[in-house]
């Protein structure tokens, strides 16, 4: 347990809130820890259909810097790479709301989110180079898919900051906000993800999520689970209703 | 053959129009036969160099619901997995002209043709999740190529309707023209290709559709083609002219 | 040597121009040869962080039409392809000011630099169709990682030419600059690099250009060298100044 991370479950949503203001969020040990556990429990647990994280005045300053010098990772079962492989391969939709300070691993489990709403006073950084560091999280693979090789080019090797405007241009958030609204706009999409069937997120995340694939393989694959919606009784109600119409 | 679907060849063009306007073009088994036949038809017709499909005040309002309700697809060999193996495969190229509602396979269809143009009027939606079903015909594969990852998962996940302008900058329309002047557009593209020769539209559009490949493979793939281009006849008289200017 | 390429080194840049006005810079066989040998010098010179490539009046015209007709290239030893080849694996970054007439390879070439900065007033076209000729240098496969595939065949089929406020939108280029200020952005941007460790440059751009990769794995080999760098000495040195802050 991290008392820097705080969750709670309501209407089918686990919302958890880090909760270390007074260093900007930093995530240490203990709090990739705390998120691991949460997330896989979210997957587990079914009345838990989306996962939204969200911060206080800042989402996250990345990692603490004390932590890489006193605790660095030395492997790979080290927390922070446990929480990474959790949150990528979490099967439920996550959805992040981020106001300030995203730097380093804020922004870049960002890219394993499947919703992210910004205020407007958003930051995002991913200075690894500049810290004698390389890119994580696989944001040297997935930067580019988001927005094609010249600008992960140029936020990985200068490394600076750059606003929300950008980031929405880049194609990392899907939304700018008010920050006055960032929780409510973010709820609100948590709440109609929770009101379709569990089931149908989970497959329809895996299939967008599915790497590396033909084009005729996917349409079959896809044509599966289609045809075997289409013999599901609540399918049938939905398509009977519509016809009716 | 299907009353639904009309079609012409003129000046190397085949238009296909979708005439169902009394349901707003929905698609039904025959019509997707009858489309799969013409598409093959095309591609085997060597005075067809480009297939132009349009519909009339809608595209087209996606598969007919009363059609999954009494002939739900039952397999790989059912006319709608035909229709898309059909047009996904087709060597030629293919531009849609879309006005009105594109739902569902209306949307994910563009994912295959060469060329879009949408009138100002169009409504897209890929609301599968909503209907009990999932993304079809490799749109959880092809979304996130054109737009990245985040604005795939908000389309396929909350299923929402989406105008032109939207469609523009998630990269799934080339334009967005005055519906008074779609037909015109896309004509006048379709008029450019034809001017081209034939074989160079098919490797140009093979080529572009090749997948999984190294970069230094495909350099080496199109020399191929090109050193074997800069041997033609045709070629060599296009350059030569180019070289006295 | 060719006299229509020249370059120098200075504050571990090697800065590379084309000089071949008179004819747009259009390329010969000898210029590519030596561009080639120019960017594997580099590569082994440790004191050579960043290559900058310019044009003059025009970046380039693209492939020299009488050397297509007389000395077309015959397999995948000719000057152009050992061109191609040197600049795509190229381990350090590579930096392209555009002004004017980036043309065939002109355009192409920008797809395997890192950061491209173009003037308001470059024309940029690959019109390889309306020679008789297909697409090159990874085109076929790279333009559409950039800006979709409905854009990428527009490009290719039709063959038209585009303005930079166009190429910006297809994320072929990082920034249009005002004419007088290209070579200052550009060598700005130089500058910022070669200021940063050479290894960490490789790295980097190793990372970001490695191919065909599921995201666990991706995550795990950044995550290799992020542990190894986390023990450089010089790392730790940065980390401890600034958690000290």
Redesign the interface.
């Known amino acids: 347990m991290s008392k820097y991370v705080n969750s709670d479950i309501s209407e089918n949503i686990m919302h958890i809130k880090l909760d270390r203001a007074h260093k900007k969020n930093a995530l240490t040990e203990d709090m990739y820890l705390e998120l691991k556990n949460l997330i896989n429990k979210a997957s587990q647990n079914k009345k838990v259909k989306v996962i939204l994280i969200s911060g206080g005045e800042d989402f996250t300053a990345g990692n603490d810097?004390?932590d890489?010098?006193e605790n660095?990772?030395?492997?790979?079962n080290s927390p922070v790479?446990k929480f990474?492989?959790a949150l990528?391969?979490c099967p439920l939709?996550i959805i992040s709301a981020v106001s300030g300070f995203a730097v380093g691993i804020g922004t870049t489990m960002l890219?394993h989110?499947?919703?992210?709403y910004a205020s407007k006073n958003s930051l995002f950084m991913m200075p690894?180079?500049?810290?004698?560091?390389?890119?994580?999280?696989?944001?040297?693979?997935?930067?580019?898919?988001?927005?094609?090789?010249?600008?992960?080019?140029?936020m990985?090797?200068?490394g600076e900051k750059f606003d929300a405007k950008t980031a929405l241009e880049y194609?990392?958030?899907?939304q700018i906000c008010e920050e006055s609204e960032l929780s409510n706009i973010a709820l609100n999409?948590a709440k109609?993800?929770s009101a379709?069937?569990r089931e149908?997120?989970i497959?329809?995340?895996a299939?967008?999520r599915?790497?590396?694939?033909?084009?005729?393989g996917?349409?079959?694959l896809?044509?599966d689970?289609?045809?075997e919606?289409?013999?599901?009784p609540?399918?049938?109600e939905?398509?009977?209703r519509?016809?009716k119409k």
């Open positions: 810097i004390r890489f010098i660095p990772p030395k492997d790979k790479f990474m492989i990528t391969e939709p890219l989110c499947d919703l992210v690894f180079i500049n810290l004698g560091l390389v890119p994580e999280f696989a944001s040297s693979l997935l930067l580019q898919k988001r927005t094609g090789y010249l600008k992960a080019a140029e990985l090797m200068l194609r990392l958030i899907n999409s109609k993800l379709k069937p149908l997120l497959t329809t995340k299939l967008i599915r790497e590396s694939e033909t084009i005729k996917r349409i079959e896809e044509a689970h289609f045809i919606q289409l013999g599901n609540e399918t049938i939905i398509l009977t519509l016809n």
